[in-house]
């Protein structure tokens, strides 16, 4: 069981470049979550999904886009990189159980730098 | 006002200290209260978890909510170097299922440190 992954760790864009950072999970979680992380900042919610097919926006959606066609992966897409797009982004999952609050569960991160 | 504020550190204590880490919010409609732990490169990963107000303990972990003064707190015994690492706590409130919401808000997280 590997929980939650993510490719790559890290990532070195240029400015105007696109790319893809994958996650995937393997605990038949229905709720998976993209987090963006800045030093001192907290995390910050970007995108969600409550199962395969419905996805909706965080806090700080501007610039990424998501979909999900399984229930095991939840790839988010940077396109037209900018600096401000330099973070530690984690993926999440988590199902959901009448009564009590919700565990998510973190991926490792991935770094990326736009440059 | 932010709606979670969290004394971001860091904080330095020596081993076997006792170590208070604590959260302040604003929105009364939160109630379900978390503290995740992150060590250094890695991703956050749920340390303890409350519901409404009161204490609860687990083995040298206490969390603590007092809803009245909106403030939660984490309490430490006997720290130890391996618990090095940047608490942050978060929260949500009641969601349409009647459980936690699965939309949390995080504090900024205090980075701790315990020197042998």
């Known amino acids: 069981n590997a929980g939650v992954t993510q490719t790559p760790k890290f990532r070195i864009l240029k400015i105007g470049q696109s790319m893809t950072l994958q996650c995937a999970q393997d605990m038949n979680h229905n709720y998976m979550y993209w987090y963006r992380q800045d030093p001192g900042m907290g995390l910050k919610l970007i995108y969600y999904?409550?199962?395969?097919?419905?996805?909706d926006k965080g806090e700080v959606p501007n610039g990424y886009n998501v979909s999900r066609s399984t229930t095991e992966d939840f790839p988010l897409r940077l396109e037209l990189a900018a600096p401000s797009q330099t973070s530690v982004y984690f993926c999440?999952?988590?199902?959901?159980?009448?009564?009590?609050?919700?565990?998510?569960?973190f991926g490792p991160g991935t770094r990326l730098t736009v440059l | 006002q932010k709606e979670v504020e969290q004394d971001p550190g860091p904080l330095s204590v020596p081993e076997g200290a006792i170590v208070s880490l604590n959260c302040t919010y604003s929105?009364?409609?939160?109630?379900?209260f978390m503290w995740y732990r992150q060590y250094s490169r890695k991703g956050p990963e749920l340390l303890m978890y409350?519901?409404?107000?009161g204490n609860k303990e687990d083995g040298r972990f206490t969390a603590q909510v007092d809803k009245s003064s909106k403030y939660i707190s984490l309490f430490i015994r006997d720290s130890q170097p391996s618990d090095s690492a940047t608490y942050l706590c978060a929260m949500s409130a009641r969601g349409d299922s009647g459980a936690g919401s699965y939309q949390l808000t995080f504090g900024k997280g205090t980075k701790l440190s315990v020197i042998p």
């Open positions: 999904s409550v199962g395969a097919g419905i996805t």
């Open positions: 409350t519901y409404s107000s």
């Open positions: 999440a999952s988590s199902s959901r159980r009448t009564g009590i609050t919700d565990t998510q569960y």
């Open positions: 929105n009364s409609a939160f109630q379900y």
